[in-house]
């Protein structure tokens, strides 16, 4: 009896993840798809942009952070 209660966990805690992650095109925020399934994004791959109040340019860091390029301090920004 074990056996099957053992199975039902495990499938129960499978679901969850699917929920949490989402599903494959459409992967929940902070998951990307990857051999046809949703995985955590890496810490290498996630990057933060900020953008140059002045230019428009937008700069990609690895870290979160305050930087400044020109002598002017760099806002966050969500823009692609």
Known sequence: MSYIKDA???????????????????CNEGYVE???????????????????????EIYEYKFKGIYKKNGRTLIPTSEK
Do not use: R
């Open 34 to 56: 990857k051999d046809g399934k949703c995985v955590p994004i890496e810490k290498d791959v996630a990057s933060f942009k900020y953008k140059d109040p002045k230019t428009g």
């Open 8 to 26: 039902d966990e495990f499938l129960q805690k499978k679901n969850n993840a699917d929920e949490k992650a989402g599903y494959p095109p459409n």
